[in-house]
């Protein structure tokens, strides 16, 4: 038998739960990184774009490639779109995501590594710029989520050259390798076939170029055009152009 008290915390429990339970309510989390089950349009497909950005992390550089098509929905309004962003002398920032979130986002962050290298006379280093890239994101997730992923590559005097992976959901890790957008998926499978650390430049360019053609040949809605950009000891700059077409002026019929 139960007693008296017993029986009115049953009693108290058994109200809040049938009052709670007619209510909406956050849906339980499967795991404790499923964002999806708080935000169900951001499920693993609906934050993929038809965008490749990928780099990796040599002997003594880092290397970053991306696409060059600028598309909304069926259309494609350019094919020389640069989505990889020179932010300092030794930094490159490869983005994807929607076209208005990725050009103001990857300029604030541009504008704001180079006040703090005008107030303080030093750069920040790679590692210190990718988690105030992170704090950013982070912020604005809270508020108005920017619908972006970045990879920052950099090259430090101490530290070498390094590779930071930056999500939407902030996200943030240090890698050898990485990849986002739809092409990642075949990027990265050649990457995790043919990458080993330590490799030289001709290596990585030829690795890429097998990327490239990978998602040329397989994806179904392929971006013709890819820029690779490199930053090593002697600063950031643009390595090459792969295309496939080229933007062309069309007279009005």
Known sequence: MCSKSQRSVAFRFHRILRRTTNRPCFPRLRSSFDTAAFFPDRREGSKKEMECVFG???DGFALVAADTSAVHSILVHKSNEDKVMILDSHKLLGASGEAGDRVQFTEYIQKNVHLYEFRNGIPLATAAA????RGELAL?????PYSVNILLAGYDK??????YYIDYIATLHKVDKGAF???????LSMMDRHYHSGMSLEEAV???????????SRLVVAPPNFVIKIVDKDGAREYAWRESIKDAGVSAA
């Open 56 to 58: 990796l992390v040599g």
């Open 130 to 133: 990718a988690n105030f890239t």
């Open 140 to 144: 604005a997730l809270r508020k108005n």
């Open 158 to 163: 101490d530290v070498g050259a390094s590779l």
């Open 181 to 187: 957008g739809y092409g990642s998926y075949f990027a």
């Open 206 to 216: 030829d690795l890429v170029d097998k990327c490239i053609i990978e998602i040329r």
